[in-house]
């Protein structure tokens, strides 16, 4: 098949283009090693690219910071089979307010408003750990503000299948595959501003089924698809703090350890038909830029 991997940062986004071009690369090679055609955007208007490229493809990915993912995967929709989230759901995930909403209704733990004292104030659609911050400063314009929690910052990669059929969410199909549950490592500087710094892969945790069992029924209530993170703080609770519906830097450790290929996952999940479980040999050390080191 031929296959377009549409990642934005690389030539758009210098600041998040290292952890775009570790991701790419994983991507890019598991495909190519498929045994599949794989066709990246040029450097020019990046919507502009997709319908260009888009219509020769068997299929394609959209990976794009959380604001702009459902506009551009929108336009691959138009054009090629998404192998990725849905464009609807990814709207949703980039709205943190809604997200934290909907699984709310769920009764899905999630950090609870705070308007005083000391609080995490976070951009509404923002993109990892950038302009996420601990402050008792109310929020700006665009931001929000949730209860600190203190616990363990963890994480758990997903691919969600698709359903086939009439079915429009995730309830009554093939359920998730868990790849991998992942510790993350946040750095704080002296005015509170988180910085992501990546993580460790795979890890095992006492309450690991309790973690794994609310990734899961998160991205079942948002409808999610394709590879997806979810990350958590593990305090009395297990709180969700942000949903991902994209590829995440994760997939540099998991790729390093994971004996089965992600591109055939990915495809495979896009007819409903993920594996089960996933095989993981070792475990790994991974830095924001997609450096990779065995433990």
């Known amino acids: 098949m031929k296959v377009l991997l549409a990642e934005y940062t690389v030539a758009h986004d210098p600041a998040l283009a290292p952890e775009g071009a570790a991701m790419l690369a994983v991507l890019h090679t598991s495909f190519e090693r498929c045994g599949h055609e794989v066709v990246i955007p040029g450097t020019g208007d990046f919507g502009a690219e997709i319908s260009r490229l888009a219509p020769a493809c068997d299929c394609g990915l959209v990976i794009a910071p959380d604001h702009l993912l459902a506009k551009y995967t929108m ?45 995490v104030v976070k951009p509404i659609a923002g993109c990892g750990a950038l302009g996420v911050r601990l402050t008792d400063e109310p929020a700006g314009n665009d931001e929000f503000s949730q209860q600190y929690i203190e616990g363990e910052h963890l994480s758990v990669s997903l691919i969600c299948n698709r359903i086939v059929g009439e079915a429009c969410l995730n309830f009554s199909g093939k359920p998730p595959v868990v790849l991998a549950l992942n510790r993350q490592f946040l750095s704080r500087d ?106």
């Open 75 to 119: 336009v691959l929709e138009q054009y090629t089979d998404n192998i990725g989230c849905g464009s609807m759901s990814a709207a949703i995930c980039a709205n943190k307010i809604k997200t934290a909403g909907v699984l709310r209704r769920h009764d899905i733990p999630v950090p609870g408003d705070a308007a005083a004292g000391l609080r």
């Open 190 to 295: 002296n005015d509170g501003k988180f910085r992501y710094e990546g993580g460790e892969t795979p890890i095992d945790h006492p309450r690991e089924r309790e973690i794994k069992k609310v990734a899961t029924n998160t991205v079942n209530v948002l409808g999610c698809q394709g590879y997806c993170g979810v990350d958590v703080v593990v305090g009395d609770r297990i709180y969700v703090v942000d949903v991902n519906p994209r590829i995440t830097t994760s997939i540099v450790g998991i790729a390093a350890c994971m004996q089965e290929e992600i591109a055939d996952i990915l495809i495979a999940a896009s007819h409903g038909d993920a594996p089960a479980a996933v095989h993981l040999s070792g475990r790994v050390r991974f830095n924001a830029k997609g450096k990779v080191s065995r433990l």
